[in-house]
């Protein structure tokens, strides 16, 4: 197991890159949420310390597993919410798992 020190801002400022490269390549924006999100699912136990810090104790393999679970969630998410992303994803199923599949 290991601690995870969060810090807002930390992974863009450097602090939490080390933890959140060697788990997944994170767009700097979408580190800090990503990771804390991922890590929360993920922990065997969080701890808060006011809004400054969360401490986070998570094996590496499963802290990958968590972050690249959560950055697929968010694509599904976003192609569930677009209509025409939607569509294009019936119309990808229909072809390949048969016609009328995909359609509505």
């Known amino acids: 197991m290991r601690e995870i020190h ?3 801002g930390a992974a863009r400022r450097g602090a939490v ?3 959140a490269d060697a788990a997944f390549p994170l ?7 990503i990771v804390r999100e991922a890590a929360a699912h993920h922990a065997a136990e969080v701890r808060t ?3 400054d810090e969360a401490v986070i104790a ?3 393999a499963g802290f990958r597993r968590a972050v690249e679970d959560e950055l697929q969630y968010r694509r599904v ?9 939607l569509q294009a994803a019936r119309e ?5 798992f048969g016609r009328g599949v ?3």
Do not use: N, Y
Not at 77 to 85: F, G, K, T
Not at 92 to 96: D, Q, T
């Open 77 to 85: 998410q976003a192609i569930i919410d677009d209509p025409e992303e």
């Open 49 to 51: 310390f006011g809004d």
């Open 102 to 104: 995909g359609r509505r």
């Open 27 to 33: 767009a700097p924006v979408e580190s800090d949420r």
């Open 58 to 60: 998570a094996d590496a």
């Open 92 to 96: 990808i199923v229909g072809a390949l």
């Open 17 to 19: 890159r080390t933890v």
């Open 6 to 8: 969060l810090f807002p």
